[in-house]
């Protein structure tokens, strides 16, 4: 039997695996290990001790040491590692809700909302500043998300249907984005086609910032609904049993995980499937508890976002890959096993 700590109080109430601190830990410890990699290789590899002193003030002899980390790599990384912070933790909260282990933004329609929003404001609004995308990019996904909730009703939410429903919508979402770029101009368009790829390749301070809220706001507020989100992963009528306000509970942790998937898809475009992979790899580390699970999910989807977009620069250097397509390479084929495991079961 597992070991738990339980902790209770009248505003706290929590079930913590004891293993979760040394597992958090661990993966911190990765985590830092891929930004400090990422940052320092590529074509003008910078060695570790140059990039801390650089990051302490200190003089390393060599005046562009500090150009290239604080203005080409540090803030790309960091908008990497918060971009599948989001995206792994959205996808967690989707697969807990619908009680379906295929969830995840890419797949159910949400990003595709998003980027249907984001694309419009780029292509047709270009003069539009740049933290006004994030909250485009949110509506879009959110107007999505109540699109399927509404047509999924019928007293009460299926789960299977929102994924139906979703998958569907995403694919005419997508069709209206595609339409776009065909009739954008040239200039508009180019921005959207690489920030559809899925890539943080350009990514500066400003969009650092325009990001940040967001991910310090709508990660600890998930982590605070882990408890209802253990209920609702019951199931509507044990949760209804236990004194859930199931429908509440639930549309509030949806407009949760669409806040956060809308905002990563504005920042860095569509990257599919860390949503899918992180909750899975989180599981198989500390069991299905989101108490547990989602701290565990963040900093995993954190990790694949910034190891993939340090492979898709140094891989084929000088050429870069978009982090949405080193991603993909790995997602797709793990989703069609999770077909083929679920199938078989």
């Known amino acids: 039997m597992k070991s738990l ?20 830990l661990i993966l911190m410890g990765l985590c830092f290990a891929a930004i400090v990699l990422n940052v320092g290789q590529g074509e003008y590899p910078i060695a570790i001790a140059d990039i801390i002193k650089t990051l302490l003030g200190s003089d390393t002899g060599n005046p ?7 203005t080409l790599r540090l803030p790309r990384t960091l908008v990497a590692f918060m971009v599948g912070l989001t ?3 959205s996808g967690a909260i989707f697969q807990g809700l619908t009680r379906n282990p295929l969830a995840d933004p890419s797949i159910i329609g949400i990003n595709a909302g998003a980027s ?6 780029i292509v047709l609004f270009p003069e539009v500043p740049i933290y006004a995308l994030p909250i485009a990019a949110f509506f879009g996904a959110l107007g999505m998300a109540t699109l399927i909730y509404s047509l999924a009703w019928n007293r009460g939410s299926s789960p299977i249907l929102l994924i139906l429903l979703g998958i569907g919508l995403s ?8 339409l776009l770029i065909t009739f954008g101009s040239i200039a508009n368009v180019s921005q959207a086609l690489v920030w559809l790829a899925g890539s943080v390749y350009g990514r500066t301070w400003e969009q650092f910032f325009a990001f940040l809220p967001w991910c310090l706001v709508g990660v600890p507020l998930a982590l605070g609904l882990s408890r209802q989100l253990n209920v609702l992963h019951l199931g509507d009528d044990v949760a209804k049993g236990l004194g859930s306000r199931v429908e509440w509970q639930r549309s509030l942790l949806v407009i949760l995980a669409v806040a956060l ?22 599981r198989k580390l500390i069991g299905t508890n989101h108490q547990n699970l989602l701290p565990i999910t963040a900093l ?9 977009d340090w492979i898709g620069r140094v891989l ?30």
């Open 64 to 70: 562009d040491h500090p150009f290239v980390i604080y």
């Open 5 to 24: 700590l339980t902790i209770r109080n009248p505003i706290l109430s929590l079930q913590i695996d004891r293993r979760l601190p040394a597992i958090a």
């Open 171 to 178: 694919a005419i979402a997508s069709a209206f984005t595609s």
């Open 116 to 121: 249907l929003a984001a694309v419009t404001t």
């Open 261 to 282: 998937a809308g905002a990563a898809v504005a920042t860095a475009g569509s990257i599919s499937f860390v949503g899918l992979m992180a909750p899975h790899i989180g």
């Open 300 to 308: 995993i989807g954190g990790l694949l976002v910034t190891i993939a």
């Open 87 to 89: 995206l792994a933790t």
């Open 316 to 345: 084929f250097a000088p050429i870069e890959l978009p982090c949405g397509v080193v991603v993909a390479a790995i997602g797709a084929p793990f989703f069609l096993y999770l077909l083929i495991h679920n199938r078989q079961r």
